[in-house]
């Protein structure tokens, strides 16, 4: 007979339960049935079965669920999860878009949410037809119906703002800038796409786009940074890479309210954007960076991306807000995943993807939220301390450099093979390779979408710094790999610190050369696959 105690008292011993248990007590009796499904218990489990284990989850306000759908939002979470880290993700549903634009390849691709509903964003790119055409399309995941369409002749470069609660969807050279938005309640999918802005900003391409802070390239080569809210103010970021002709000039940004990221071909620098965000730089002077690293070789393709924590989730969950102003609150530094795929000396990049680390300095002074400004009933800071906080200096850092290498994963590539590779916020990674053989028992064709998640080691591991050797292995061999290709010196360096893998996660496999581009969301369990006849595959790993 099960004894007779407060309810509260039940509720405290499931919290000590694991989920499972839970679910078992629920079938004892009609009380336990109705205690299992309280909301706060579900609270409880969503903290520690999801956030505590880092795993991806959809962008809910989890302050409007009620019990049941917290309920069933852990529960598919973790079923999701399951099926997205095993070795062959079994597909729940595949469905296949085709742009509307003909004898066109699909240049990119990005998942998004537009008016509460998950969309995809599809960028298609004619060949060989002079003038060139863009389409940019927008599709409804729930029907993949197009809500949005613009059809405009390429002038060279866009970028989709990474930030989704701020002002403009993307921006796009047409011949010149202009910023567009979506309206929801346009009449027909060619008005969805709406000006918001047109700059007077001469730009050779668009680089990057968070918020309303742009990057671009001009037209004589130089990296610039400008506010749409304050278009006429552009700054140079001081930038000494040469790209000789003909090469892969990559380029990676993550920019925060203090500070921006920038990766190139042969460097990742650091910037401090304190007198940028109160206009106080002279135009005239180029900014320079705070840290730069210099990899030893150049880089073929790569991307980078912040790791989600069960802190920043919730910080995401608190603040995902629609704005309309320049200013982002302030967040700790987030640590930094890179994935690198890096040239060689013959027309091919290596077989290798090297995965590395920024971390972030713990001794990072955080800028002040704009609440404890403000806030009249507690110590406001002083102007000299809020000064002190925001300005980035060489004693004030937030991110340890130079990166952390901490794995290499083999990955090899054909002559003239498509590649491509993304980066999930949860660590998911994702790229083609040509590694067929296990699959069509055939290397000469064929694409294969593997991945691996990715999980960053303590900063105090002993895992090498990147390009680094040990200092007992110096001398005749450091010069020796002087000429090395990256796959074959990292390989050694792999071999010695057990940090060299393979793929973990296989998508999947075909006997055909046309995939050309990837995206992921892994909130949702999406992932979609470009090619080069302008068809989108999209593979549902979450049951519907």
């Known amino acids: 007979m099960i004894p007779s105690l407060p309810e509260d008292i039940y509720v405290t011993i499931f919290n000590h339960l694991s989920l499972h248990d839970v679910l078992s007590m629920r079938k004892v009796c009609r009380a336990f049935n109705s205690m299992t499904r309280l909301r706060g218990l579900w609270i409880s489990f969503l903290r520690s079965e999801i956030w505590a284990h880092n795993i991806p989850v959809p962008q809910l306000d989890v302050d409007r669920l009620d019990a049941p759908q917290l309920e069933k ?176 000039d990559s380029f990676q940004a993550i920019v925060e309210e203090d500070y921006a990221l920038i990766l190139r071909p042969k460097t990742l620098a650091l910037y401090s954007l304190e007198t940028f965000r109160t206009g106080r ?106 000064l002190t906080w925001r300005n980035i200096n060489p004693n004030n850092l937030p991110y340890e450099f130079p990166p952390v290498l901490s794995q290499m994963i083999v990955s090899p590539v054909r002559l003239f093979a498509i590649t491509d590779m993304v980066l999930g916020p949860y660590g998911t990674a994702v790229w083609l390779d040509s590694h067929t053989e296990d699959f069509f028992y055939h290397g000469d064709v064929g694409q294969r979408l593997a991945g691996v998640v990715v999980t960053p080691s303590p900063p105090d591991s002993e895992a090498p710094e990147e390009g680094k050797r040990n200092d007992d292995e110096a001398g005749d061999e450091d010069r020796d790999a002087q000429d090395e290709s990256p796959d074959e010196s990292h390989a050694t360096a792999g071999e010695r610190t057990s940090t060299q893998m393979t793929a973990t996660i296989v998508f ?37």
């Open 73 to 248: 939002w852990v529960m598919s979470s973790l079923r999701l999860h399951r099926n997205w880290t095993s070795t062959t993700p079994i597909t729940k549903q595949r469905r296949y878009i085709t742009t509307a634009l003909p004898q066109a390849r699909i240049a990119s691709m990005h998942f998004t949410t537009l008016d509460g509903r998950s969309c995809l964003l599809s960028f298609s790119l004619t060949n060989r037809v002079e003038p060139r055409m863009l389409a940019i399309e927008c599709w409804e995941l729930s029907t993949l119906k197009c809500k949005a369409r613009r059809t405009l002749q390429w002038f060279g470069g866009y970028a989709v703002n990474s930030d989704p609660t701020s002002l403009g969807l993307m921006a796009i050279r047409t011949p010149h800038i202009e910023v567009l938005g979506f309206d929801p309640y346009a009449s027909d999918p060619e008005s969805a796409f709406t000006t918001l802005f047109t700059l007077s900003a001469v730009a050779k391409s668009i680089l990057s786009l968070t918020g309303t802070t742009i990057i671009f390239r001009s037209m004589d080569g130089k990296i610039k940074m400008l506010d749409i809210l304050r278009p006429l103010y552009e700054i140079h970021l001081e930038d000494n890479t040469h790209i000789p002709p003909n090469q892969p």
């Open 281 to 386: 730089h002279s135009p005239s002077v180029p900014l320079s960076p705070l840290q730069v690293h210099e990899f030893p070789w150049r880089i073929d393709s790569c991307c980078m991306e912040r790791q989600t924590t069960p802190s920043s989730v919730r910080y995401h969950l608190n603040s995902d807000k629609p704005r309309s102003s320049s200013f982002r609150p302030p967040r700790p530094p987030a640590t930094i995943n890179i994935l690198i795929r890096f040239s060689s000396l013959f027309p091919w990049p290596v077989n290798m993807l090297h995965h590395l680390v920024l971390y972030p300095d713990s001794s990072y002074l955080v800028p002040p939220p704009p609440s404890a400004e403000n806030d009249n009933n507690s110590e406001s800071p002083t102007l000299t301390d809020t």
């Open 508 to 544: 999947g496999a075909h006997e055909s050369d046309d995939w050309t581009k990837i995206a992921i969301d892994e909130g949702h369990g999406r992932v979609a696959v470009g090619a080069v006849n302008g068809e989108i595959m999209i593979d549902d790993y979450a049951q519907r």
